[in-house]
C-alpha cells in the first residue's frame, strides 16, 4: 500500500532563518506530487505541482522554493522565513495520466511551522 | 474560473443531530469532478467521496450521505445521527479534466464539532 511520509511534524523557526521540509512516498511510482499550505482557520492554498524530477511548477509567487531530486521526493525550502509563512505544510500525491483529474489526493500528516 | 464555496465556516451540534454541509460550486467545464475531504485534529486530509460531472445520483455510505444536484451547482454532504468521532474539518473540493486537474481546487472548509 502507499504511504506518505512528513518531517518534521512541527517546527518553530526564527525569522530569516532557512527552511526544508521534506516529502516521500511510498508504494507507487511517478506520483504527482504536491505541496499545499494552510493557514490557520482557511483552506488549502497550492504552492507547488510536481509532475517528474525536475519539473516543477510554482503556484504562488513567494519566497518558498521546491525542488524533486528523485521519483517519490518532494521538498520545500526557502532561504530566509518571513513571519507569513507561518501554517500548516501538507504534502500530497496522486496519480497522474489522462484521468488525474479524477484520482483522489492523498495526503501526508503535515508539517506546523511556526515563524517567530 | 474554478471556485468552490463553503459558506458554513463552524457547525456545532448535539450527538445524534444530523447536519448538512454545504458546498457550492463554479466551473465553466462540462467534465469536472467533486470530491469531499474529512481533517481530523491529527492534521492529515482523508478522502471520502468523488462524484464526476455527468453522475448525479446520490450516494449513501452508512451514515453519510451526499447529494449533488448541477442545476443549482451544489454538492452537499449530510451526516446522519453524528458522533463525537465526526468532529472535524470537511473539504469540497473541484477538479477540472479540461484544466489537466492539477490545480484542485479546495473550499475554505467547514468546521464540525460535536458534542456528546
Known amino acids: 500500500s502507499q504511504t506518505i511520509h512528513q518531517w518534521p511534524a512541527t517546527l518553530v523557526q526564527p525569522v530569516g532563518s532557512p527552511l526544508s521540509l521534506e516529502c516521500t512516498v511510498e508504494g507507487t511510482s511517478n506520483p504527482n506530487l504536491y505541496w499545499y499550505r494552510q493557514a490557520a482557520g482557511r483552506g488549502l492554498q497550492l504552492l507547488f505541482y510536481?509532475?517528474?524530477?525536475?519539473?516543477i511548477s510554482s503556484e504562488v509567487p513567494q519566497n518558498l522554493s521546491a525542488s524533486r531530486p528523485q521519483d517519490r521526493q518532494f521538498i520545500l525550502s526557502s532561504k530566509k522565513l518571513l513571519l507569513s509563512d507561518s501554517g500548516f505544510y501538507l504534502c500530497a500525491w496522486r496519480s497522474g495520466g489522462a484521468r488525474e483529474a479524477y484520482n483522489e489526493q492523498f495526503f501526508g500528516p503535515g508539517t506546523r511551522l511556526t515563524v517567530l | 474560473a474554478q471556485k468552490v464555496t463553503q459558506a458554513q465556516t463552524e457547525i456545532s451540534v448535539v450527538e445524534k443531530e444530523d447536519v448538512t454541509l454545504d458546498c457550492v460550486y463554479e466551473?465553466?467545464?462540462?467534465?469536472?469532478?467533486l470530491f469531499w475531504y474529512k481533517q481530523p485534529p491529527s492534521g492529515e486530509l482523508v478522502f471520502l467521496i468523488r462524484?464526476?460531472?455527468?453522475?448525479?445520483q446520490n450516494e449513501i455510505s452508512g451514515r453519510y450521505s451526499w447529494n449533488f444536484q448541477k442545476s443549482t451547482s451544489s454538492f452537499n454532504f449530510t451526516i446522519t445521527a453524528s458522533q463525537v468521532v465526526d468532529s472535524a474539518v470537511y473539504f469540497c473540493?473541484?477538479?477540472?479534466?479540461?484544466?489537466?486537474?492539477?490545480?484542485?481546487?479546495f473550499g475554505a472548509g467547514t468546521r464540525l464539532f460535536v458534542k456528546a
Open positions: 473540493a473541484l477538479s477540472e479534466a479540461r484544466t489537466g486537474g492539477f490545480k484542485t481546487i
Open positions: 510536481s509532475v517528474g524530477i525536475g519539473q
Open positions: 466551473t465553466r467545464d462540462t467534465t469536472y469532478y
Open positions: 462524484r464526476n460531472s455527468f453522475d448525479e
